[in-house]
């Protein structure tokens, strides 16, 4: 089995930062495609950002001049989020796909409030 555990989210001020963490443990495989997404209360769950198997990073449109994904391990992603916004705020969630199989993390709330 796959655990996958998102960590870094919390109570922030608008144009403020926070750094989310996403890390796969157990019967993991270093060839993934490892994702971002969020979801807004009373809105569709929402892809930010993706890092591919060979390392390919992308952000989406709607973010990418404010956050940027990393890969520290085959298993670990981060997303750096800068000058938050009210409208950043979500349940995080990180997405791993082995190809046969994927996961969902539980999530992190990121709250962006005066």
């Known amino acids: 089995q796959v655990r996958v555990v998102e960590s870094g989210g919390g109570l922030v001020q608008p144009g403020g930062s926070l750094r989310l963490s996403c890390v796969a443990s157990?019967?993991?495989?270093?060839?993934?495609?490892m994702k971002w997404f969020r979801q807004a209360p009373g809105k569709e769950r929402e892809l930010v950002a993706t890092?591919?198997?060979?390392?390919?990073v992308r952000v989406e449109d709607s973010v990418k001049d404010r956050f940027t994904v990393s890969k520290s391990n085959s298993n670990t992603i981060h997303l750096q989020m800068n000058d938050l916004k009210s409208e950043d705020t979500a349940v995080y969630y990180c997405y791993v796909d082995y190809g046969s199989s994927s996961y969902w993390g539980q999530g992190t709330q990121v709250t962006v409030s005066p």
């Open positions: 157990g019967r993991v495989f270093s060839t993934n495609i």
């Open positions: 890092v591919a198997a060979g390392g390919t």
